[in-house]
Nanobody
Framework: EAQLVESGGGLVQAGGSLTLSCVASGFTFDDYAIGWFRQVAGKEREGVSCLSAIDRDTDYADAVKGRFTISSDSAKNTVYLQMNNLKPEDTAVYYC?????????????????WGQGTQVTVSS
């Protein structure tokens, strides 16, 4: 059974950094694209960044370009989201998700497998 487990969330002051990790199991990591999404209570889940595990093709939401970096380690079946210069508006529950095929996508409906989420809170 496919499973994604996020970790690394927490409380940080504005301007600080966090690195989220997403460990995948139960599927062939290099055959998938992995996305990071975030959701604030009462709002729709939005795409943050996504990556093709095999060719490292990446995409970022405009709101995080230049501050967030997505990367992967196939040997560890893990995708990372390095978040720098965090802002209070980055506060959300962050989810990773996996989709078959190697084309990354920012759309939630393209993803089949989801993690349980990790809370990121940025104080001003």
């Amino acid at each position: 059974e496919a499973q994604l487990v996020e970790s690394g969330g927490g409380l940080v002051q504005a301007g600080g950094s966090l690195t989220l990790s997403c460990v995948a199991s139960g599927f062939t990591f290099d055959d998938y694209a992995i996305g990071w999404f975030r959701q604030v209570a009462g709002k729709e889940r939005e795409g943050v960044s996504c990556l093709s595990a095999i060719d490292r093709d990446t995409d970022y939401a405009d709101a995080v370009k230049g501050r967030f970096t997505i990367s992967s380690d196939s040997a560890k079946n893990t995708v990372y989201l390095q978040m720098n210069n965090l802002k209070p508006e980055d506060t959300a529950v962050y989810y990773c998700a996996g989709r078959t095929g190697r084309t990354p996508s920012p759309q939630t409906y393209d993803y089949r497998y989801w993690g349980q989420g990790t809370q990121v809170t940025v104080s001003s």
